[in-house]
């Protein structure tokens, strides 16, 4: 079984700290996705890569940068944590098609990080 | 928008009974998927549809697709109270990335 690990569970911290939410899987995947949910919004994609030290923005990557330096690790980094940050974080894995085929990888989800910025 | 778009938001049944989602988007697409998240924790991935399918099924789960329309259905059969959680369909966006709607949270009281 496919198993993607998020380092905490539930994270206070103040505004303007830089945050680190890390996420590792261990199927050899080459896509990771970080995402983050909100009541009535869904989930929206923050960043994503398809592989190491490859990235791509997704639908709302301000005020956030991502790190992946080795295959199994995705970092998202919050520069400096603002209030509108409060959210889910959820890091999911999948396996890669290189070229875009027409076929989707299910995606592995971790159990997510509830970080509230004080 | 090309989120898929889940109906009803919340669907309380009884134990039992069977339960049916519906999900409509707005673009075409090459496949649509379903997931399942329980309170609090990540999503898990149910059931993959490609375009050039109608009907998938699953255990108790069966999906439809019907492209002209843009919509697709999840039916859960027979539900059991382990069976209340959100649930959320996906579409492609292109090059291994997902859309996902909002979810329709089901209730299954026992």
């Known amino acids: 079984d496919v198993k993607v690990t998020q380092s905490s569970r539930y994270l206070v911290k103040r505004t303007g700290e830089k945050v680190f939410l890390e996420c590792v899987q261990d199927?050899?995947?080459?896509?990771m996705f970080w995402y983050r949910q909100d009541p009535g919004l869904g989930l929206r994609l923050i960043y994503f890569?398809?592989?190491?030290?490859?990235?791509e923005k997704g639908d709302i990557p301000e005020g956030y940068s991502v790190s992946r330096e080795k295959k199994e690790r995705f970092s998202l980094i919050l520069e400096s944590a603002s209030t509108n940050q409060t959210s889910m974080y959820l890091c999911?894995?999948?396996f890669g098609q290189g070229a875009f085929t027409g076929y989707n990888s299910p995606l592995h989800f971790g159990n997510g990080t509830r970080l509230t910025v004080t | 928008s090309q989120q898929g778009e889940e109906d009803p938001q919340a669907l309380s049944i009884q134990e039992g009974e069977n339960a049916t989602m519906n999900c409509s988007y707005k673009?075409?697409?090459?496949?649509l998927q379903w997931y399942r998240q329980n309170s609090g924790r990540g999503l898990v991935h149910l059931i993959l549809?490609?375009?050039?399918?109608r009907e998938k099924h699953s255990g108790r789960l069966r999906v439809t697709l019907d492209t002209s329309k843009k919509s697709s259905s999840l039916l859960i059969t027979a539900s059991r109270a382990a069976d209340t959680a959100s649930y959320f369909c996906?579409?492609?966006?292109?090059?291994?990335?997902?859309?996902f709607g909002t979810g329709t949270r089901l209730t299954v009281i026992p």
């Open positions: 999911a894995s999948s």
């Open positions: 199927m050899d995947h080459e896509n």
């Open positions: 890569s398809y592989d190491v030290k490859m990235k």
């Open positions: 673009t075409s697409i090459n496949n």
């Open positions: 549809i490609r375009s050039n399918e």
């Open positions: 996906a579409t492609d966006r292109g090059a291994n990335n997902l859309f």
